[in-house]
Each structure stands twice: as structure tokens, then as C-alpha cells.
């Protein structure tokens, strides 16, 4: 069982920025494709940013330019850097971990006003 706790949400202006953490539990960190994915009101989750083991990364188009998805395997821990924030990026954001079996976090709420 692998625990994931994300951090760093809040309530932003538009423009701004924010930074999100996971930390993991697993001593297997390094080995996981780790992922942020969010959820607006009414709408189905959706993939933000995923970054592998060999720290490929990838970015659903909405976000290019935008974020950038890094790990620390030292650290165990991923983030999700935000720049330029925009109100339809307002979510709870999800932390993901995907070996063999996929885990989640708990969210945390990302608000950005106009």
C-alpha cells in the first residue's frame, strides 16, 4: 500500500503561481510514473502531467508552457509547479502513482480568481 500526501493548494489570482508536493510512502518511489490529474466541478478527472521513472514527462496541451511536473526520488516526492495560472485551471488536484496497481491521493484545492 502506497500513501500519497499532496500539499500546496490554495487560493490564487489569476496570473500567479503555485507549487504542489506529493510525498509517497513507498521505498520504491524512483521505480513509479507519477502523475497530478484534476477535477473541476461537474467535470471528470482529467490527466494534468505525468513524468516516469526516467523522468520523461508529459502534458495534456491546456497546460503546456504553463506547468512543470518534477520528481525528487531522494525526497520521494513529486511537484507541480503552476505558473500563470488561469481561473479554469480551479480544481482539486490528485496525485497519482502507477506501477502495477495505481494509488491516489486525497486532493488538494487549487482556486484561482479573475
Known amino acids: 500500500q502506497v500513501q500519497l500526501v499532496e500539499s500546496g493548494g490554495g487560493l490564487v489570482q489569476a496570473g500567479g503561481s503555485l507549487r504542489l508536493s506529493c510525498a509517497a510512502t513507498t521505498n520504491f518511489f524512483s521505480l513509479y510514473v507519477m502523475g497530478w490529474y484534476r477535477q473541476a466541478p461537474g467535470k471528470q478527472r482529467e490527466l494534468v502531467a505525468t513524468?516516469?521513472?526516467?523522468?520523461?514527462?508529459n502534458y495534456v496541451d491546456s497546460v503546456k508552457g504553463r506547468f512543470t511536473i518534477s520528481r525528487d526520488n531522494a525526497k520521494k516526492t513529486v511537484y507541480l509547479q503552476m505558473n500563470s495560472l488561469k481561473p479554469e485551471d480551479t480544481a482539486v488536484y490528485y496525485c497519482?502513482?502507477?506501477?502495477?496497481?495505481?494509488?491516489w491521493g486525497q486532493g488538494t484545492q487549487v482556486t484561482v480568481t479573475s
Open positions: 497519482n502513482a502507477r506501477l502495477s496497481i495505481s494509488y
Open positions: 513524468i516516469t521513472s526516467g523522468n520523461m514527462s
